[in-house]
């Protein structure tokens, strides 16, 4: 799959990172200070983390060179480092695994979310936020739409999903401290002329394994149908502007030994 956009993804940062710091604003006290941001982007939650913890050691990880370039401009981390989360090991085990908006782009949760646990130190919290809005239109049109106009060039499996929260939470229950929720933002995307507000929003995000197997022509026409249909899904308001809500799942888990 092609790079991120670091720019296109920080056309959004205010609403971005909100889920973040309401993640961040449920993390218990940590035992020690070693932190990593897991699937740190561009480094948006980097300053954050730095403000509550003044102290600690906070490593990125990412597998996008791109975004761990702009993590990089922040200043904040003191340490980066491009690796496959799926693959990662820390060098010793961290206190706190933070990662928002991340986990949703790795498969095999079953797997995953306990060995992210097991990383841990003792005591240790894992804090994830996920994207939940697969099921709504201005995801789940994505798909339908490249599927109607071009059958068969896009394998679903491709795309970024996470298992509901009942499944997450027999994953985790019983691993330590557990608390798990989910939380509706009702977001106001500004006006915009060069495309529907919700098409700015996920294009840079949940709509990139769709867009890559496309030619350029075909990505216009996918998006004219589909500014077509969140044209109908999310109106404009009367100064341009459009509402529109979205799902996102939370967990903390901090071990208890
Ligand atoms: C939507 S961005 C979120 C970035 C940041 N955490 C934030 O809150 O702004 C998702 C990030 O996850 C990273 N990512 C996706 N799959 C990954 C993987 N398997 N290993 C490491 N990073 C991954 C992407 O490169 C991207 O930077």
């Known amino acids: 799959m092609s790079d991120w956009n670091p720019q296109s993804y920080a056309r959004f940062t205010a609403l971005r990172l909100r889920p973040a710091v309401d993640l961040l604003m449920r993390v218990p006290q940590l035992r020690g200070d070693s932190i990593v941001d897991l699937g740190c982007g561009n480094g948006a939650v980097g300053p954050v983390l730095r403000t509550r913890y003044p102290e600690a050691r906070i490593t990125g990880i990412d597998s996008s060179p791109a975004m761990l370039q702009e993590a990089w401009k922040t200043g904040v981390y003191d340490a980066l480092a491009e690796a496959d989360i799926a693959t990662w090991r820390p ?17 095999h949760h079953q797997t995953l979310l306990p060995a992210l646990v097991d990383l841990l130190a003792p005591g240790g919290t894992l804090a994830v936020q996920v994207p939940h809005q697969n099921n709504a239109p201005s995801h789940r049109l994505w798909h339908d739409l490249v599927e109607q106009l071009f059958p068969g060039r896009f394998d679903p499996r491709s795309a970024p999903g996470i298992p509901d929260a009942r499944t997450t939470w027999a994953l985790l229950d019983g691993l330590g401290e557990f608390a798990l929720w989910e939380t ?74």
């Open 91 to 107: 060098d010793a085990p961290p206190d706190l695994i933070f990662s928002n908006a991340a986990l949703h782009w790795l498969p």
């Open 184 to 257: 509706e933002y009702m977001q106001n995307l500004p006006p915009a002329e060069e495309a529907h507000p919700v098409r700015l929003f996920t294009s840079s995000t949940f709509a990139r394994p769709v867009l890559d197997v496309l030619t350029e022509a075909e990505q216009q026409e996918l998006c004219r149908h589909y500014d077509a249909a969140m044209e109908a899904a999310y109106p404009r308001r009367s100064d341009g502007s459009v509402l529109f809500p979205f799902r996102r799942l939370f967990y903390i888990l901090t071990r208890v030994d």
